[in-house]
């Protein structure tokens, strides 16, 4: 995170209300999805939370590597695929899900691959969120957020005195 970005830290109570609210969204959206299609390692904790919303039995990965070193998004690299069975009729029925959109680029890669699925995150940034169809809260480009299962208990220094240096 560089000096320039802004930190938005997110507590485990609040991710859960923050899918919970995605799933209300997205049962409003379909009756039933056929399968979840969660991002990993991002999508697991928020594809789990909306599955038991939604009642959603089926739940598929698609494992895609960006963020090497948790500063920068480096080159994606596919390293497990969709299952076929899945890619049928372009994901039709199909939902996406991921914790967050950033630059697009992992969502514009699994759009190509279901172009008729439905693609949810919990979190959106202004450069991805044009891939997006249903998300909870936008937050700033320059803002970087702490996920719950990055996070450890630590002092946090008060935000003035951040900006002091």
Known sequence: ?????????????????????????LAGARAEWKAIVCITRGGLVP??????????RLIETVCIASYHDYNEQGDLKV??????ALLENEGDGILIVDDLTDTGKTA????????????????????????????????????????PWDLGLTFQAPIARGSAG
């Open 108 to 147: 514009a890669l699994v759009r190509a691959m279901l172009p008729k699925a439905h693609f949810a995150t919990v979190y959106a940034k202004p450069k991805g969120r044009p891939l997006v169809d249903t998300f909870i809260t936008e937050v700033s480009q320059d803002t970087w957020i702490f996920f």
């Open 47 to 56: 594809a789990a939370i909306i599955a038991r919303e939604l009642g959603t």
């Open 1 to 25: 995170m560089s000096a320039t970005e802004k930190s938005f830290p997110v507590s485990w109570e609040q991710f859960h209300r923050d899918a919970r609210a995605l799933a209300w969204r």
């Open 79 to 84: 390293l497990k695929e969709i299952s076929p």
